[in-house]
């Protein structure tokens, strides 16, 4: 007859059914050993005593399912989902199906279908394995910025930022500072202290932030760079983006230890402000490096010096913009209106472009061809509005601003009704109704 394909409770009841049919086992034993009643027990038995071991097995093996979906109904819906819903869900790719298409199938259904397909694939398949990337092998040769946003001094103030330089090569910090969000700003003055202290190296590595990156690429001006980027490649020094956190782990791992070692000496220091912060970091950043750098592959230190002179690299190290300069001698810049004062040169500018510098340290100036410009400023109200589109890094910032902001406004003065302004001063009589004597002559009179 062949090999017949059984389960575990099919066999288990042909051994007992054996046992029965040899009296080697009573009926009521097996009914209680199988959980069947004594009738079952029979019925089964004239089976196997007819038709043998095989009889015992389900009727319904082998067959396909009553309720199973035709293969044609199949093929159409994943025809419809690769054509019309290729990256959808096994969840919203059914929910589709029923809305749009009438085909109403379960989304556990749509799901073994699309997986027999390859058109999804299950989370732990999709799974992405970040190689470890081996260490640059000199020093100076790549350079980890980031920011950490985090509560450093714990409730003794607000939160702020804390901008960390590391090298690939020997994981030593090279610059930290604490700024209150991070921005174009205070990563120049972070830059500023690491040229100074150890040159120029060969680039940095950061994340996406727009500080390093322009993300549209129909960007105003079409130049497809930050003006932190424009100051890197003044200074000829490369700025790299990384795709994911775990490209940049090495500074994102420090990020983590410094969250936990230096928030616990800060307590210990009595240190509560960014700028008592700032002067501890030299001796904490000594402390650290001393413990944990690690030996580079090979000795060479590729810093170059800055050879830069100081006040050309302050005009390196800040915000330049080109502005249009109208016919009144005047240009908008940031909600504010620059007016140049009238003179032999700046007449000569009108309908031409004009070069604006904004300095770290809150400077700003007008240049024609390299010379100053005179110039008065008007402020328009200038104030943070409700549509103001901020980043999430610099949310708790603006946020402390606007608070400023509104501690400092004087309180909006009581709105007056009409009556109030015409001098009606309420007696507590409400209109209509009849009070004081009035009220007891009336109720006199309708007793008499």
């Known amino acids: 007859m062949g090999w017949v394909m059984m389960s575990e409770r099919e066999l288990n009841r042909v051994e007992v059914l054996a046992q029965v049919d040899d009296d080697r086992l009573t009926v009521n034993n097996a009914a209680h050993m199988l959980g069947l009643t004594r009738r079952q027990i029979f019925r089964l038995l004239k089976r196997y005593r007819k038709d043998g071991a095989s009889a015992i097995r389900h009727g319904s093996r082998g067959r396909a399912p009553n309720n199973q979906i035709h293969s044609a109904k199949r093929d159409f819906a994943l025809s419809v989902i690769k054509e019309q819903y290729p990256d959808f869900g096994p969840t919203l790719a059914a929910e589709m199906l029923a809305e749009h298409h009438g085909f109403r199938v379960s989304r556990e259904t749509v799901r073994k279908w699309m997986q027999e397909d390859g058109i999804w694939l299950p989370r732990k398949q999709r799974r992405q394995f970040h190689q470890p990337r081996l260490r640059r092998e000199c020093f100076g040769e790549l350079i980890q910025i ?20 590391i090298d690939d090569a020997t994981s030593s910090l090279m610059e930290l500072r604490f700024v209150k969000s991070e921005s174009t700003f205070s990563y120049f003055e972070a830059l500023e202290g690491y040229l100074h202290k150890h040159g120029r190296p060969v680039a940095f590595y950061s994340d996406k932030h727009s500080v390093f990156r322009v993300a549209k690429e129909d960007a105003k001006g079409g130049a497809r760079t930050t003006q932190f980027g424009r100051a890197l490649s003044e200074l000829n020094i490369e700025i790299l983006c990384a795709n994911s956190s775990q490209a940049k782990g090495r500074v994102e791992r420090a990020n983590r230890t410094l969250q936990d070692r230096l928030v616990k000496e800060l307590r210990i220091a009595g240190v509560s402000d960014m700028e008592a912060g700032n002067a501890y970091l030299q001796d904490f950043k000594e402390r650290h490096n001393a413990r ?157």
């Open 146 to 165: 980031d920011g950490s946003d985090h509560r450093w001094f714990e409730d003794r103030a607000a939160p702020c930022t804390l901008l960390v330089f």
């Open 292 to 448: 944990f750098t690690k030996a580079p592959a090979k000795p060479d230190n590729l810093h170059r010096a800055l050879n830069v002179e100081p006040h050309r690299l302050a005009d390196v190290l800040c915000w330049r913009e080109n502005r249009y300069v109208g016919k009144q001698l005047t240009f908008s810049y940031d909600r504010k209106r620059i007016i140049l004062e009238e003179n032999e040169t700046t007449r000569g500018l009108v309908g031409k472009y004009v070069d604006t510098y904004a300095f770290v340290d809150g400077r700003f100036e007008v240049r024609s061809k390299g010379r100053s410009l005179p110039y008065k400023v008007f402020d328009m109200d200038q104030r943070v509005t409700h549509a103001a589109i901020t980043d999430h890094k610099r949310l708790s910032a603006v946020l402390e601003h606007i608070k400023e902001m509104q501690d400092a406004a004087p309180p909006k003065p009581k709105v007056r009704t009409n009556s109030e302004k015409m001098g009606y001063n309420p007696n507590g009589r409400h209109p209509g109704r009849p009070s004081g004597s009035h009220a007891k002559n009336k109720i006199a009179q309708t007793a008499e």
